[in-house]
């Protein structure tokens, strides 16, 4: 079964400096039909405008991972972490017992546009911990990079969760398979541009739940990036 979630569809949240658009229910947005998909809870695309960005603030059991698609995005937490998150790099913070953290656009003549996701971890009450890593465009050309995963397999990043990002991007010819697994769910989110998804065509922003098939099928994209997701039932 392959059930289209469209752009147009997320909830939208604008406060001048953000722009932000919800996959699932997120603060004031409230869908009861999009709470989540199995254990991924957030998928924002947040626009934050230059000189801008979010104030320090706490977070508890979460395994939260940024995701930059243009700018940089500048993150500090109160384990000691001060970075600079630039597209290509994949940060992963887990939450754990808690921690604060912040997150900005520093440049001046330049918005940050980037994706937030959260997925529910597997084990409560950890000890916060942070993770970056840079996956070239060459990893991702024509394929699925596995980019985090809960054994931190083929150099991707390690979460704390039954789940598995990978990232792709697919022009053309270009073509995947991911096989699925029996009793897996499966979230193909299009990043930007088009990509044909087990035969539905996706355009930026738009999504495919997927259950009960044999397998997950990128065709025919056209300049298109894209996040894929293992979860457990």
Known sequence: MITLRKSEER???????????????????????H????????INEDRV????????HGH?????????????????????NVKTIPPGDVQRMSAGRGVMHSEFNHAQDQTTHFLQIWIQPNVRGIEPSYEQKRFADA??????????APDGAEGSVLIHADARMYAGL???????????????KYYVHVVRGDLTVNGKPLHAGDA??????????????????????????
């Open 11 to 33: 909830g939208l949240a604008e406060h001048g400096w953000l722009k932000s658009y919800h996959s699932f229910s997120f603060a004031d947005y409230h869908d009861p039909e």
């Open 35 to 42: 709470m989540g998909f199995g254990e991924l809870r957030v």
């Open 49 to 56: 405008a230059a000189g801008q960005g979010f104030g320090k």
């Open 60 to 80: 508890r059991d979460m395994e939260i991972i940024s995701y930059v698609l243009d700018g940089e995005l500048a993150h500090s937490d109160t384990i000691g």
């Open 139 to 148: 990893e991702k050309r024509g394929k699925l990079r596995l980019v985090a």
């Open 170 to 184: 697919f022009d053309a010819t270009e073509k995947a398979t991911l096989p699925a697994a029996a009793g897996r």
């Open 208 to 233: 495919a739940k997927i259950e009960g098939e044999s397998e997950v099928a990128l065709s025919d994209g056209k300049n298109a990036e894209v996040l894929v997701f293992e979860l457990g039932a």
